[in-house]
């Protein structure tokens, strides 16, 4: 592997199918993931960047991430999404939760310093703090104070 990243023995994590390539999540800041929410409630979300949920009595906002890529292209060629992932933000937000579009259920892997090493890019997506790879695979790990930040200003409280 290329250069070599410092973890304690073992993280769970989510890799989360989003496009254009995965995302890698710890499980700590995934709350919960809605398999399949009412059909005709999605088919309203996913026309517009940004939506509002309410879940365990918040509103909160559920966007989708090619929307804060600003990449309606994107958006256009992703399959049609079933689930929501609730994440815990990092900042102190009202509530402290958002929420992503995702198109497909996220895959629970234990990651260690032997299995993951950082790549190096010159450029990154602005949504994006580093470009790792695990099992062969390049996934991003997201810049959450980012994209809280984003979703903030597309959807203020």
């Keep these: 592997m290329n ?31 809605l398999v399949q929410p009412p059909r005709a409630r999605m088919a309203r979300m996913e026309r517009r960047p940004v939506n509002r949920f309410v879940w365990r009595g918040y509103q909160i906002p559920v966007v989708s991430y090619e929307h804060l890529l600003n990449e309606a292209s994107l958006v256009s060629e992703t399959p049609r999404r079933s689930h929501i992932m609730i994440v815990h933000g990092l ?3 009202n ?12 895959k629970l ?3 260690t310093a032997d299995n993951l090493s950082e790549l190096k890019q010159e450029t990154l997506k602005p949504t994006e703090s580093l470009l790792v790879e695990f099992d062969h695979q390049v996934l991003a790990i997201p810049d959450l104070a980012y994209i809280e930040k984003r979703v903030t200003e597309l959807n203020p409280l």
Excluded: C, K, R
């Design 3 to 33: 250069n070599s990243i410092h973890l304690p023995l073992n993280i769970a994590s989510f890799i989360v199918p989003v496009f254009p390539h995965a995302l890698l999540l710890p499980n700590v800041v995934v709350e919960e993931i």
């Design 91 to 93: 900042t102190d937000h």
């Design 95 to 106: 509530p402290p939760y958002f929420a992503l579009l995702i198109q497909q259920l996220p």
């Design 109 to 111: 892997v234990w990651i």
